[in-house]
């Protein structure tokens, strides 16, 4: 059974660091590409950034150089560093797979106050 579940948000200032942590279960989770993605609300989920099997990592332009992708493979977790944040970075923050496995997690909220 595909189970995913998020936790580590909350709510934080501009310019405020939070690390979101993923569980993941029911996947061969070592050998897949394993994505966090947001959605903010009226907006479609976006994939912000996506760690492969072998440790390479990606980031969408408008969190580069501000979040930081990693994995525990023993864990089973994938982990989401999240530095500088900005109130455009407020949405629910999921983890799922690349292409991504049904059902998602509940997410995880994440606010960032002016």
């Known amino acids: 059974q595909v189970q995913f579940v998020e936790s580590g948000g909350g709510l934080v200032q501009a310019g405020g660091s939070l690390r979101l942590s993923c569980a993941a279960s029911g996947i061969p989770f070592s050998i897949n590409t394993i994505g966090w993605y947001r959605q903010a609300p009226g907006k479609q989920r976006e994939l912000v950034a996506w760690v492969g099997s072998g440790g390479g990592t990606n980031y969408a332009d408008s969190v580069k150089g501000r979040f930081t992708i990693s994995r525990d493979n023993a864990k089973r977790t994938v982990y989401l560093q999240m530095n500088t944040l900005k109130p455009g970075d407020t949405a629910v923050y999921y983890c799922?797979?690349?292409?991504?496995?049904?059902?998602w997690g509940q997410g995880t909220q994440v606010t960032v106050s002016s």
């Open positions: 799922n797979g690349l292409p991504h496995y049904s059902p």
